[in-house]
Every structure is written in C-alpha cells, then in structure tokens.
C-alpha cells in the first residue's frame, strides 16, 4: 500500500511528465504485444510445417523399409530359384524397341500392344508410350460417340460405352523399351 501512495503523489506532483511517459510507453508495449502475437504465430505455423514434414518423412521411410524388404524378398526368392535350376540369370536376351512418331491403323496398334504384353517365354519392358491420336472422331464428346457407335453397330448405346478403333483409322504413336526373351534350350 506505501508504494501505490508513493505513485499517487508522484502523479500529483509531475503530471506532466507522468502524461509524457504514458504517452510513449503505452504505444511501445502494445507494439511490443502486436510483434509478440505475430511472431507467436509464425512459431505456430513453422512448427505445423515442421510436424507436417517429419510426418512425411516417417511416410518416406516407411516406404524405404517396405521396398528394401520387399528386395530382401525378391533376392532370396531369386536365390531359391537358382538353387533349383529355375531361373537362370544369364538366361534372357534383351531386344531394344525405339519406335517414333509412327502412323498404323488403330487395329494394328491394339494388335501390336497386345503383343507387348507378357508371355511364358518373353517380357516387354516398357520405358515410353506415346499416343497422340487414336479416334478420328477423338473431339467428340463420349455421349455422342456413343450414339455414333449404335447406329454404326445397330445396337442401343451404352453409357459410358467407348467406339472401338474402325479398320480406317490411322495412330500416331511412339514407343521404346526392350523385350526380354528367353530362348528356348
């Protein structure tokens, strides 16, 4: 109580200069307030960041731990193969594929992708596969096609229902890659 009296009587007797300190120092501490409050946000926002990253490189890692058993698996299974004669690692020849920017008709294009997918004794290792036209009538909308489906087909459309390629049309396509053959012994 003897120190607020102490204060009162400071203020009765310099007023001016009490004024005078309250006019400077009450703009100061709300500008210290107002950084404090921001600077307490971006804390808050640089920490979400950082749980939001560790949280993904625990997903990363994870990934990492799941691949590496999944080669651990893969080396062994090979190794059992080996042991029984199953699987010989010299065994595949490898054909190189580098077709660009050729046009076929969309009927050999299904044929030839077709063959490219796997078999008993050969594997088609893709690298690129490039389609920039298939359809003639690529512009239309899907409803529209399938109308234009129906009458050609004498079928009711589907919904949904995609035009299969006609004998007529042409495809600009590239594709690379390798076969991997294995020959028969």
């Not at 090979?78 to 050729?102: C, F, H, N, P």
């Amino acid at each position: 109580m003897n120190t607020l009296n102490q204060l009162i009587s400071l203020v009765e007797r310099y007023p001016f200069y009490v004024a005078l300190i309250l006019l400077v120092a009450l703009p100061y501490a709300g500008q210290l307030a107002w950084h404090s409050r921001h600077d307490q946000q971006i804390a808050r926002e640089n920490l979400d960041k950082a749980r939001q990253t560790r949280a993904e490189l625990d997903r990363q890692l994870e990934s990492v731990h799941q691949y590496k058993k999944f080669v651990e698996e893969a080396q062994q299974f090979a190794k059992a193969l080996e042991g029984q004669r199953l699987l010989e690692r010299q065994g595949w020849t490898s054909y190189a594929v580098d077709i660009k920017e050729r046009w076929l008709n969309a009927v050999d294009l299904a044929a030839l992708l077709q063959s490219a997918g796997p078999a008993e004794r050969y594997y088609f290792k893709p690298k690129r596969l490039e389609i920039i036209s298939l359809h003639a009538r690529e512009g239309l909308p899907t409803r529209i096609l399938g109308q234009i489906l129906a009458k050609e087909s004498g079928r009711p459309a589907t919904p949904g229902q995609e035009p299969t390629p006609m004998a007529g049309e042409k495809v600009l396509f590239s594709l690379s890659g390798y076969f991997l053959v294995l020959p028969q012994s």
